[in-house]
């Protein structure tokens, strides 16, 4: 079965310092998909990046970046120069491959980080 | 560009009413989700479609929970005799079938059981 672990519940920071958020995943698949996506107050999912399990490069998108760690199951995600903005609960997810298809299949989710940054 | 939309985003019902929600994806995808997501949690999967063929669906989905999407277009999701327990926000998402990987959420539909 696969699982998807968030260990920190909430973090507080105060504007412009950069902050990591943790994920660890478990699966028994040797071809799987990791994700990261935004959840704002509005509700509303934003996808943030994916990462296939055979590709260990890390990723930098302007002030976010992804740590992709494969020898210890681990996918975290740090934001540099936090801002107000960034206010919001991260969630890390796993997906499967489907056989024959060569797609992802349905999303697990941790339960979420709520990041809250503050002036 | 049409993101994934959903009707209605709030949805108040007593115990025991039947209540349908649906779900219009992006056009070009062919994949459509169903997940739901209660306070504090990550949402879970319930089900999903590949064009109108119903793929796979959770242990979470009990008898009165039904899905369907009947033209590979839009989905629509009903709850039967609504428990309190139902109470959620449910949400859909689409992706592109081969090919496609990331899921595209809507709004969510919340609903609240009395």
């Known amino acids: 079965a696969q699982k998807v672990t968030q260990a920190q519940t909430e973090i507080s920071v105060v504007e412009k310092e950069d902050v990591t958020l943790d994920c660890v995943y478990e699966?028994?698949?040797?071809?799987?998909?990791l994700f990261w996506y935004k959840q704002p107050p509005s509700g509303e999912l934003v996808f943030l990046i994916r990462?296939?399990?055979?590709?260990?490069q890390n990723e930098i998108s302007g002030r976010y970046s992804w740590n992709f760690q494969k020898s210890t199951s681990s996918f975290n995600f740090t934001i540099t120069a936090s801002q107000v903005v960034d206010s919001a609960v991260y969630f890390c997810?796993?997906?499967?491959?489907?056989?024959?298809?060569?797609?992802?299949?349905?999303?697990?989710f941790g339960t979420g980080t709520r990041l809250q940054v503050t002036l | 560009d049409t993101g994934v939309s959903q009707n209605p985003r709030h949805k108040i019902t007593k115990r025991g009413q039947n209540v349908t929600f649906r779900c219009d994806p992006i056009s070009e995808h062919n994949r459509l989700y169903w997940y739901r997501q209660t306070l504090g949690q990550g949402p879970e999967f319930l089900t999903y479609f590949q064009n109108e063929a119903q793929l796979e669906k959770s242990r979470l989905l009990s008898d009165r929970f039904s899905a369907e999407r009947p033209k590979g277009s839009f989905s629509t999701l009903e709850i039967q005799r609504t428990e309190q327990g139902d109470s959620a926000m449910y949400l859909c998402a689409s992706s592109l079938g081969r090919g496609g990987f990331e899921q595209f959420f809507g709004p969510g539909t919340r609903l609240t059981v009395l």
């Open positions: 699966t028994r698949d040797t071809t799987y998909y």
């Open positions: 997810a796993l997906s499967e491959k489907v056989i024959n298809t060569g797609t992802a299949s349905k999303l697990t």
């Open positions: 990462r296939n399990s055979f590709d260990e």
